[in-house]
Structure formats: C-alpha cells, structure tokens
C-alpha cells in the first residue's frame, strides 16, 4: 500500500489517530484482544512511532530491581509524594483527572509496569539515573532518589516492542495503516464520535524526521466504533506556545525557543478534538528545556539537541551572575527557566571544562548515543570509559554554534561575548565568582550549595563512577581547556491537554465522557489531561505514552466486547 492510498478491507472497529508511542500501545491491546484498528497518520511510514524514536528511552520505575541492586530504596509513598511535590496541583475542575492519574500511574511504575516491558522484550541499561533532583525541600519538586533508568536500544527499541506485534497484525489483516491522511475534523453523529474526515497528502519518500509536503491530492471520510486520538503535543508549534505560555507563572515568553521535536508535532488535532466536544484543560503548562544547543546536523528544520548535564557545570544567566540555588544544572527545570528569563534574555551559559564535559555531558536523543542505541556493548564499554569526551559530544565541542573552547578565562569570555544575542560579559566578574567558587574546594567544610549537592550525589555509587567529576577548580589548568556553551530555550512536551478519565475517554465541558472518544499521550496530557501538574520528574513521558495507551486499549477492548 502506498503512502497516499485508501486503506482497504474489513471495516475499522477502532480509528486510531497517530502512529507514535501511544497510539502503537493503544493498538497493541486492541489487537490482542482481536479487534480490528485503523491507524491515520499524517506522515510516511517510516516515521512509525514518532517522537518516541528519537527519545533517550528513559522510563520512571519505582522500587525497581535495578534500583535495588544499587541499593537504592524506593517506595509507592515515597515516589508519590515526589511526584505530588513536583506536579503542585491547585486546579479543582481541571486537575480532578490528573491527580487520579498520578496516584495510577505512580503505582503502575511501582508494580506492574518493570514485567510488563520485560516480557514485550524490552531492557534497561544497569546504571539508574538521578534526573530532576529538586530543590531543598522534601515535600517539594524533584525526585528523592535515582529513578531515570535507561533503556538498552533507547528509543527506538521501546517503539520496537510494540510496533512489531502491530505489524505481524498488519500482515495478518487485523491492522491498517492509512500513512499521508492528514485529519481535519471528527465525525460526529448524535453526540458521539464516529470516524475522521481529512486530507490525503502527496506521498512521501523521506527520511524519518524530515520535514514533508503538505500538498493535497485528494480527501477521505473513516467510520468506526470509537476513535483514539494519539497525536502528540505542541513542541514544533511555536505560534501554538506562544499563545499558551504562562508569562505569569515563568516570565516573558522567550524570543528565540528552538524545537526539540520534529515539524510534524503541530498540535492540530487539541482544536479538532475540542470542537468534537473534548475538554482541553492546562493549556498554559508546558515542560520546556533551558540547556538547548543547535544540532550541527540537523534533521528537522532548526533541530536542536538538549544537553543532560551532571551537576557540576557553573550556571550563569546572561548578564553573566551565577544562578541561585535550585538553579544548578539538572536539577530544577522550572526554577531555572524562570531566573533566565527574569534577566529579560531568553539565554544562559554553561561554564565548565574538559574533565566536566568528559565525565558528566549526555546529549538527548537517540541519535546522540549511537553506542547504546545500537545495543553495542564493546562501544559503548569503549565510549563511556575511554579518555575524552564520547563522540558525539566531542563532534559538538568541535562544530556546535553554542559552543566555545579556549586555554584561558580571557579568550573564553571573548568567545562568549561574539555569539551572545544580549550583554557583554565582564571577564574580571566572571573571574571573580568562579575563582569564590574553587576557593570552596578541598576542604571538607563550605557553605556553596552546588559543592554541597555535588557530595550528596557522589555518595550514590552510580553517579560518582559514572555521571559526576570529582570536585576540582574549575581554573586548574590541568583540568583544561575551559568551555562555554550557549544555552538555548527548548520546546519539547505539552503537560496540558484533552481531559480523560482513568479508562482515557475523553471528558467534556459538562464533565461526562464524550461517547465514541478517547485520548492517550501527550495530547491528553499524558493521562487526564495534565498528569505532571507543572512540573515532571524525567522518564515519565514515554511511560505516560504507555500507560495511556494501555488504557484507552484496554478499555475499548471491553466495551466493544
């Protein structure tokens, strides 16, 4: 079947709209229980499971057995409060779904979730991450304890697990894709949601990831039982986050944002799906990043790449002041996003050098780490362990535009200062602020609170082998060259969304579901239409994209019963 064409055979019982994570997990338990899908998509086939691929693969477990192996004690009541912490829900109409499905989907992670992924196929690498670490409070924002665990074939193998049962089901007739349909309406008869009606586009032959056409070459009208929208969020739609940032909440919206996803992630169908009746709820929460670099190698247009720092990099805003605690690197996504912003500039800096970079710079997506997306043991063992920074992040080192490398303080801030879109950095302040800083190493007292949190995370066995730099001056030549990165905003994840209740159908403005219609992944907000709150713990969104895919599936697979 080409990319273009009608889909033929047995009526659909289900539409599925969007061939990403979410809608492959809602598909999956449908065909398990024998139902017949149809699956809309706007772009080719080769973008099969959407953003999801191109992830890092993390996933959020509680009282895993990874964790226990490293000593790690976790629990459900600890992981909840971590997560009620962070999420600060305050709405009550529109986080009643989201509270429910943060009490679910925290004890999914803490039972059911580890043998459910194992049993699919799927691995994790043996180091658990500390994402997100939080400020100072324990009732607050961020995770108590390591629970970023890494996927062994990162994203595209947590897409593999389950796009390879939809496929033998697509040999076996059970499944249908239709590629290249672009949605432009729901049908709605009597009040319930029957089929899609939209676009077909020109076929397309590029790569995964590439911008496509949006040249129309004909129209089509779909009927089922039910419809599951699975479309994504908002991330490439800038227009889009731009009407919903919370100016308020994090400061002015910043000029410059580059996207983290692809350009097919357009947030189309939240307007579509609302005028079927669907409630959007928690519009203006959004999970945007603060460390964004441009991709010297871009696949999407303006394609930008996060850096996952360890904690030792010193942070400063654009003006050149260091950033206050929590604002250390990892630790505080909010928080930090709105103390860059308050300068008035949508940037920041990374100060740091070659034996940081070397022990504690990741780069997001799995692109980036060729070596465990490959599920090659030899290059990742030789990557990781081996002198220098890893290939990729070196290849940045050398071509990145954020990036600068030099000998001495000097030449670095005159670096900074040729690609700063704001003020001109003062070399002797910044000297002066890191210089107090080196001044705290080495002795087994001080009152820096970044040193401080840096000795609390080497304490874990996993970050002192792994993740952190033992604490050094940051201007001890032996530790050099000194590097500098430009600090970009980020979009990335829509925390809002279609509201759902815990079966994920689709709840209207009168608060009942609205019949036919069902919502999973990050359109709905990952589960309810805002699971995270305002703020997420790191490895939560593919698992969000699971456990509510699961659910829509699970729960159409009995009412069609």
Same mark, same amino acid.
């Given at each position: 079947?080409?990319?273009?064409?009608?889909?033929? /055979?047995? #009526? &659909?019982?289900?539409?599925?709209? @969007?061939?990403?994570?979410?809608?492959?997990? !809602?598909?999956?338990? *449908?065909?398990?229980?024998?139902?017949?899908?149809?699956?809309?998509?706007?772009?080719?086939?080769?973008?099969? /499971?959407? #953003? &999801?691929?191109?992830?890092?693969? @993390?996933?959020?477990?509680?009282?895993?057995? !990874?964790?226990?192996? *490293?000593?790690?004690?976790?629990?459900?009541?600890?992981?909840?409060?971590?997560?009620?912490?962070?999420?600060?829900?305050?709405r009550d109409r529109e986080d009643e779904w989201g509270r429910r499905w943060a009490e679910a989907y925290v004890r999914f992670a803490a039972t059911e979730k580890w043998d459910y992924l194992h049993e699919l196929g799927l691995r994790m690498t043996p180091v658990v991450g500390w994402a997100e670490r939080g400020g100072a409070e324990a009732d607050g924002h961020g995770n108590s304890v390591p629970r970023f665990h890494l996927t062994w074939g990162t994203g595209p193998d947590v897409v593999r697990v389950f796009a390879e049962p939809v496929l033998a089901a697509e040999r076996a007739g059970l499944v249908r894709f239709a590629f290249r349909h672009r949605v432009d309406e729901l049908v709605v008869e009597d009040g319930a949601v029957i089929g899609a009606r939209g676009a077909v586009l020109a076929a397309s032959e590029l790569a995964r990831g590439v911008a496509s056409s949006r040249e129309v070459i004909g129209e089509y009208e779909f009927r089922a039982d039910a419809v599951v929208v699975a479309s994504g969020g908002i991330g490439h739609a800038h227009e889009l986050v731009r009407q919903s940032w919370p100016t308020q909440r994090l400061g002015p919206c910043p000029e410059t944002m580059i996207p983290g996803v692809p350009a097919y992630v357009d947030g189309r169908m939240l307007a579509i799906t609302e005028a079927a009746g669907g409630a959007v709820v928690n519009r203006d929460r959004m999970w945007h990043y603060t460390e964004g670099i441009h991709n010297w190698d871009p696949v999407w247009p303006d394609h930008a790449i996060r850096i996952i720092p360890g904690p030792s990099s010193l942070w400063f805003d654009a003006c050149g002041k260091r950033l206050p605690a929590p604002c250390y690197p990892g630790f505080d996504t909010n928080a930090s996003m709105k103390a860059i912003l308050a300068t008035g500039y949508d940037y920041s800096w990374f100060v740091l050098d070659q034996a940081i970079v070397e022990k504690e710079?990741?780069?997001?997506?799995?692109?980036?780490?060729?070596?465990?997306?490959?599920?090659?043991?030899?290059?990742?063992?030789?990557?990781?362990?081996?002198?220098?920074?890893?290939?990729?992040?070196?290849?940045?080192?050398?071509?990145?535009?954020?990036?600068?490398?030099?000998?001495?303080?000097?030449?670095?801030?005159?670096?900074?200062?040729?690609?700063?879109?704001?003020?001109?950095?003062?070399?002797?302040?910044?000297?002066?602020q890191i210089v107090a800083r080196d001044r705290e190493v080495g002795n087994s007292y001080g009152k820096d609170g970044q040193l401080a949190a840096i000795a609390n995370a080497r304490r874990y066995v996993g970050d002192r082998l792994g993740r952190v730099a033992a604490p050094h001056r940051i201007l001890d030549p032996a530790k050099g060259p000194l590097i500098a990165v430009r600090l970009n905003i980020l979009t990335r994840k829509t925390l809002g969304g279609l509201q759902t209740d815990l079966d994920s159908r689709v709840v209207g403005a009168d608060g009942a579901p609205v019949p036919g219609l069902y919502a999973a992944g990050e359109v709905a907000g990952f589960g309810g239409g805002g699971v995270h709150g305002y703020s997420a713990l790191e490895g939560t969104f593919l698992g969000g994209c699971i456990f509510s895919g699961r659910a829509a599936g699970r729960s159409l697979a009995r009412s069609l019963s």
């Open positions: 079947m080409s990319d273009s064409s009608h889909p033929s /055979g047995p #009526q &659909a019982e289900v539409i599925v709209i @969007g061939s990403g994570l979410a809608g492959l997990v !809602a598909t999956y338990e *449908l065909i398990r229980a024998g139902r017949r899908v149809l699956v809309l998509d706007q772009e080719n086939r080769d973008n099969l /499971g959407g #953003q &999801a691929f191109w992830s890092l693969g @993390g996933l959020f477990f509680v009282d895993s057995p !990874a964790q226990r192996r *490293l000593g790690i004690r976790d629990s459900y009541e600890l992981a909840l409060q971590d997560w009620l912490g962070s999420a600060a829900f305050d710079f990741a780069l997001s997506g799995s692109e980036q780490n060729p070596d465990i997306t490959g599920k090659d043991l030899l290059l990742t063992l030789r990557s990781r362990l081996a002198k220098g920074a890893p290939g990729p992040v070196d290849a940045f080192l050398r071509h990145g535009e954020d990036f600068v490398v030099a000998e001495t303080l000097p030449e670095l801030v005159a670096g900074m200062n040729a690609i700063a879109r704001g003020p001109q950095l003062d070399a002797a302040d910044l000297e002066r």
